[in-house]
């Protein structure tokens, strides 16, 4: 919690009526609510539109969730229904399956591929430039065109580009999307494809932190590059490794993007998600205050699970 | 980490999420008179031709023209936007829901139930055709009463297919199949002399469970009934439904004649179709060919015949019908209904304008003459073919076995409550039989059936 304006005026007022004060504590007292003032008249313009575009929409949902609306008509209170609807919905923990899954194997996949690139990426001695363009560029392309080109590579069938490929080596042809198995592994292939520029990007930055006398000593020593990787590389970078990790699960946990435009959550549910589960609610069946409740419920989880996290993982990233 | 950064991440955690969705919650507004007090107004409308299809928009856009002229107190703002619940309910919460709404026959009965399209009994009943309008389609658009919308087509469920690939299969492209044990016969004919994908289906986007629909219809079965008391409970876990599931996974698993691609919508399939990568699928034959004909299709190789059956002699008939907002103004309905007449009533029932507007279409290049389940009564459907027969520009014989079968069915309305989220728990029940060998489908159907039974308490109460 950040100390409100209100607060540190209470504070320095509080401090002030306590004791005899000397002249320049005042004049110091005075300095300080002045600046406080001043702070406020500066952050005022940010804090109304952080607060009316982001906060006041939080604070509305919330309420929604509780509510039955038309949107045309006053909602309308219904105290927990939206929850009881939601909680008699067999396509919940489907959902919530699905989404943990999704979850663990883009961790699984999503995790380690950007970290070793940006670590080979650092390695090499000429293109890197090159590289980072390349490693970066799925990033650019907007996520709906990707996704569609990915759903044309995923053609079932031998006529199918990475069928083609896997023909190559004798493998194949798999049904990609149209399977209940592969369905789900499909979609983080392309979710690691299209995110892990960025993660390359951060990881790059933080490498270049790392100091190169531990690197020179490491040498002297004789230690091998996947010695230098191990010792030194990965410990220096564990809080930028934590943090990473923390927006992925996040991310991954609100996947919607690939299940929406590649399978609709199919083939026979195997991958709905709980943002699609959301989307239908709102959009598909007009049912607002149940796709608000389990917003909220997911916001919980998510608060839930960081929290987890930070707590757990607190003692290694300030180790 | 520190407390300051365990802040931020919980507000990165929570803007994204909860924003979306309270979007939709800033209340309803928007919708007060667009009329500025000297008695004009202001409509916007649906159902302008997509841009690419440039000489349909050509058309619209002298229709739009000659009625601002006939009434020169409206203005209308078209958009080719197509119907899409999901941007529907946004733009009403931001106000800037069209006034007129152009929906599947699917929609109107959620659409009223929640209050969301206007009551427009009042100036509906002073249109001269009015009391013709077929009572088949009608009666989803009134309630208690009071009339909700006007159609402007409807359709039943026929076979499209590719006479060019029935030629090669050494079948006879003037004869399609009438029932479907002929269709999975013709099927694997097809996908085994011409590597083409003998039958196509979809199964996403609430496509799966359309289609069960009208198949399920075809062998004698029904999806929904009620009870005395007016309740609805789930009907299609008997023997129809599974016989057609029995079908596709015969189709699939034996016969290899649906090919790979199974997980697709309606306009994967047509794509499909066009590049002449599919020999036959289900879908409604007259409202397809002008997307056909946009996309390149080649007239000739188009072929609609029955709708397959399995024994019951029905088809599923649904319709494109038109809706006015709820937060319209009385001057906005009047307006918007009086559009509606003019674009889509009358070319139906005033011969005259008929002619000219068919007359209009062939110049462009339009299909004009495409063989269509009437909206108005048989007398007025053959009186407005004599009008257009001289600029009719669509090989009308394609359409024989279609259209021959049309009187012979009978038409069996969508589910009359809740039929989209229907359709959608039904989605993964052919989803799982179209891409799992071993799919169980007495447990599939199960569980369909309290999923099913369950919306429909929700509905109830």
Redesign the interface.
């Known amino acids: 919690?950040?100390m409100t304006p209100e607060r540190l005026r209470g504070a320095t007022s509080g401090r002030a009526a306590q004791a005899p004060v000397p002249p320049a504590r005042t004049r110091r007292g005075g300095t300080r609510r002045q600046a406080a003032w001043a702070g406020l008249i500066f952050l005022a313009p940010t804090l109304i539109i952080f607060g009316y575009f982001?906060w006041w929409?939080?604070a509305?949902?919330?309420?929604?969730a509780f509510q039955q609306?038309?949107?045309?008509?006053?909602?309308e209170w219904v105290g927990f229904r939206n929850f009881e609807?939601l909680f008699?919905?067999?396509?919940l923990s489907r959902a919530a399956l699905n989404t943990l899954w999704f979850t663990v194997l883009s961790l699984a996949i999503g995790l380690p591929v950007p970290l070793f690139c940006a670590v080979l990426m650092s390695e090499l001695r000429r293109g890197g430039t090159l590289a980072r363009v390349l490693a970066y560029l799925p990033v650019v392309i907007p996520p709906v065109v990707s996704v569609l080109l990915w759903k044309v590579f995923f053609?079932?069938?031998e006529s199918g580009v990475i069928n083609s490929l896997l023909a190559l080596v004798g493998l194949g042809?798999l049904?990609w999307?149209?399977?209940?198995e592969l369905a789900m592994p499909s979609l983080v292939i392309v979710a690691t494809w299209s995110g892990a520029g960025t993660a390359i990007l951060i990881y790059l930055a933080a490498l270049t932190g790392v100091s190169t006398e531990l690197y020179e000593a490491a040498e002297l020593d004789g230690a091998s590059v996947w010695q230098r990787i191990v010792h030194i590389t990965l410990p220096q970078m564990r809080g930028i490794i934590?943090v990473l990790l923390?927006?992925q699960i996040?991310g991954a946990i609100?996947v919607f993007t690939e299940p929406y435009v590649m399978?609709?959550?199919?083939?026979?549910?195997a991958t709905v998600t709980i943002l699609l589960m959301?989307?239908?609610y709102?959009?598909?069946?007009?049912n607002?205050g149940v796709?608000?409740a389990l917003?909220?419920l997911?916001?919980l989880v998510?608060?839930l699970v960081?929290?987890i996290y930070?707590r757990l993982?607190?003692s290694w990233?300030?180790r | 980490m520190h407390q300051r950064t365990r802040c931020a991440l919980a507000a990165l955690v929570l803007v994204p999420v909860l924003a979306g969705t309270a979007a939709c919650s800033s209340g309803g507004g928007g919708g007060e008179a667009s009329g500025d007090g000297d008695g004009t107004v202001t409509i916007t409308i649906m159902g302008k031709p997509a841009a690419t299809n440039t000489a349909a928009v050509a058309l619209f856009e002298r229709q739009v023209a000659a009625f601002e002229e006939a009434n020169p107190h409206i203005t209308i703002e078209a958009s080719d936007v197509p119907w899409d619940a999901k941007t529907f309910a946004t733009r009403l919460a931001g106000g800037s829901a069209p006034t007129l709404l152009r929906v599947p026959l699917t929609e109107p009965p959620a659409l009223i139930e929640r209050g969301q399209v206007a009551d427009i009994s009042d100036v509906a009943s002073e249109l001269d055709s009015f009391d013709d309008l077929n009572p088949r389609v009608m009666q989803f658009l009134e309630s208690d009463g009071a009339v909700y919308g006007i159609p402007e087509k409807s359709y039943a469920f026929g076979l499209v297919y590719n006479r060019d690939l029935f030629e090669q299969a050494g079948l006879d492209p003037d004869s399609p199949p009438e029932t479907w044990d002929e269709v999975r016969e013709y099927a694997k004919k097809i996908s085994d002399t011409t590597g083409k994908t003998g039958f196509g289906e979809i199964s996403t986007n609430n496509s799966g469970g359309w289609h069960l629909t009208g198949y399920d219809y075809s062998f004698g079965g029904r999806m929904i009934e009620q009870a005395s008391d007016g309740t609805w409970t789930a009907a299609f876990n008997d023997g129809s439904a599974h016989d057609v599931l029995e079908m596709w996974k015969a189709m699939r698993w034996e016969d290899d004649s649906l090919g790979d691609n199974v997980l697709g919508k309606q306009e994967d399939l047509v794509a499909e179709f066009t590049a002449g990568n599919v020999g036959m699928w289900v879908t409604a034959p007259p409202d397809v060919y002008p997307n056909y004909i946009a996309a390149g299709g080649d007239p000739d190789v188009f072929g609609a015949g029955p709708m397959p059956q399995g024994g019951a002699d029905a088809t599923l008939a649904g319709a494109t019908v038109l809706m006015v907002s709820a937060t319209a103004t009385q001057a906005e309905k009047e307006a918007a209904v009086k559009w509606i007449d003019w674009r889509a009533l009358r070319p139906n029932y005033d011969l005259e304008v008929a002619a000219e507007t068919a007359e209009a279409s062939a110049a462009d290049g339009l299909p004009v003459g495409v063989p269509v389940a009437p909206i108005f009564s048989e007398e007025a459907y053959e009186a407005y073919r004599d009008a257009i027969a001289e600029y009719v520009n669509v090989p009308v014989e394609n359409f024989a076995p279609y259209v021959g079968s049309l009187d012979a069915f009978e038409y069996v309305p969508e589910p009359a409550v809740a039929s989209q989220e229907i359709y959608a728990a039904l989605d993964p029940v052919v989803q799982a039989v179209l891409t799992d060998p071993n799919a169980d489908i007495d447990a599939l159907l199960d569980d369909a059936e309290t999923r099913v039974n369950q919306i429909l308490a929700q509905n109830a109460s």
């Open positions: 919690m950040t982001a929409p939080i509305q949902s919330v309420v929604l609306t038309n949107l045309v008509d006053p909602a609807i008699a919905d067999p396509l053609s079932p069938g042809p049904p999307l149209q399977s209940p934590l923390l927006l996040i609100q399978t609709d959550g199919g083939p026979a549910n959301i989307y239908r709102a959009f598909l069946f007009g607002y796709a608000t917003s909220v997911l916001a998510l608060v960081s929290a930070l993982t607190r990233s300030t």
